[in-house]
């Protein structure tokens, strides 16, 4: 049984592997972006938990790699595109790739990317193949549906708090609960434990999210490693804001709409008043229920997981670890 | 046995069918340019030549159709990318969906369209499914590199007539050899009359790309639908082009390098001392020549099909239809 740490340099070995052979494919000006966007970094959580789901039926990992390859790749992808449509200037302390190159080399090398992914589902080799693919399809396309769901909330004035619940779960979580189930698929394991599987890393994706969003705004910058309050900022609908906008009522509401509407003010004076607004409506305590309760289910699904408790060990570890949890 | 037509109209009631299954998705704001895009119309050429090879060899169009949705799908997703790409305004007089919508919608919409195209894959049914979902994606991320290979020819002064063959062989040729193959594949007929098909839709997808440069040149307004002399303005290193700059020496080199570096110049004139150039170095008929080369080559391959010779009519004719011949 490997460790998180030891599966996350495992699998980067084998994504070096793969950047070679890339890098000799032509033309090279549609696959230096690929290779830019790969050799960025990133945590490498989503192939890890997909190798983690694998291990606990199965400890090759051969036929578990291109899967994992291909979510990684995936997940590239539209970070890629979404740096586009977000006009973003760093990834990962990286030039994006649409300015150090062009918007043409970016939207190109993200198709290809997309499709790259698609060629390593092809090298996939279980009698599950079939569903792997299927899953792999439906995942992205939900994945470019909460993307548009994202960008539509920008512009609504109505966003309800179910439908934040349901871009994030399209946007994030489903990626980590398809991760997951196809390291179960790869492994061979039973509908039911793939699903099982797909439900722990639903609800670890939300319960992750929830936390970024609680951290934005009450992190501490230096162990965060963003700038807090960003979200306020930038009027942005996260869970905090969204509770906040559908309890408060009076003279509350007012101040907090008329907090969303200044277009000149000071920083930190804006991120206090919301902060101290969120206090009040007891948003904060709300919001690290609604974490609690689906990080709580995640916990479960792996209980019910028909495996020995030692071989699931590591996801418990994983878990906590996302969750920066001390227990 | 059906005729083009009657396939045509097939495939655009089936179309239509999938169109409606398409209406009821969510985010609308992802889905409505992806139905603005299948609407504009086109000649849906090759999911008709799918469904023709598909019929060499059954008359069931079922488990065609999806392979067929797949491949015009995937046609208009490279359209809707390359017209962000190369700032197009009209297709299929159309507005382009990045000016009617916005370049965020266009990209994400696009990428949509992408992993819809493999959505339909996964509905084929057949014994061949991996293979067709191999020749997909291996089609797929080569015309990604032929839109490359263009789009680096244009600041390129060294492109050879080699480079530009093999481009066009990516970029256009390929999809028409992939999608008669995907027909033959659907219909379980063998892998050497699947792969004879693919040499008949790659070399007429040559012989036709030709066809489009003289044209282009050469054609008459009308009846060719587009402006004559187009890429002779645009400077385009088309098969002429690039022939006549490898043939010409001495003063016509000088001449015609001079034409394609002046930038305030009269159009008409512009385009009858670049056609004058090509006449004397004799690169029509060198570019008909190559063009009749290619469609031969594809008779040829139609020829050796191991199918009754009345099954194949219908393909010979769409061969000299889409050449435009009278014989």
Redesign the interface.
């Known amino acids: 049984m490997l460790h998180f740490d030891e599966l996350v340099s495992l699998f980067n070995t084998k994504l070096e592997q793969e950047i070679a052979h890339i890098e000799k494919?032509?033309?090279q000006?549609?696959y230096e972006p690929v290779i830019y966007t790969l050799n960025m970094g990133g945590k490498r959580i989503r192939p890890v938990l997909l190798l983690l789901a694998h291990q606990l039926y199965n400890n090759n990992f051969e036929n578990a790699f291109p899967a994992a390859i291909a979510i990684e790749m995936f997940h590239n992808f539209t970070l890629l595109?979404d740096d586009?449509?977000d006009n973003a200037d760093l990834r990962r302390n990286f030039k994006t790739v649409h300015l150090k190159y062009n918007?043409?080399t970016a939207?190109?090398s993200?198709?290809?990317m997309?499709?790259?992914s698609?060629?390593y589902i092809?090298q996939c080799q279980s009698k599950n193949?079939?569903e792997i693919?299927?899953l792999f399809?439906?995942t992205?396309?939900k994945i470019?549906?909460g993307?548009?769901?994202d960008?539509?909330f920008e512009t609504r004035s109505d966003v309800s708090v179910d439908e934040y619940l349901e871009m994030i779960g399209l946007k994030t979580a489903i990626l980590l609960a398809a991760s997951l189930k196809m390291g179960a698929l790869t492994a061979n394991a039973t509908t039911d434990e793939a699903n099982l599987l797909y439900e722990f890393g639903y609800n670890l994706g939300m319960a992750f999210q929830l936390q970024d969003d609680i951290l934005d705004t009450f992190g501490e910058t230096t162990s965060f490693g963003k700038i807090i309050g960003g979200d306020i900022v930038a009027n942005k609908k996260t869970f905090l804001m969204l509770n906040a906008l559908e309890l408060a009522k009076g003279e509350t509401l007012s101040d907090l709409e008329k907090l969303l509407s200044v277009t000149d003010f000071n920083r930190q004076e804006k991120i206090q008043k919301v902060k101290n607004i969120y206090n009040v409506l007891g948003v904060v305590k709300l919001s690290q229920q609604k974490m609690d309760d689906y990080y709580n289910k995640a916990i479960s699904n792996l209980d019910l997981l028909n495996v020995d408790e030692n071989r699931k060990k590591e996801l418990f570890l994983v878990a906590n670890k996302m969750m920066k949890r001390k227990s």
Request: aromatic residues 12%.
């Open positions: 494919r032509k033309p000006n549609l595109h586009i449509m918007n043409e939207i190109l993200g198709d290809a997309s499709i790259l698609y060629e092809t193949y079939r693919f299927e399809t439906q992205a396309l470019c549906e993307q548009q769901f960008m539509d």
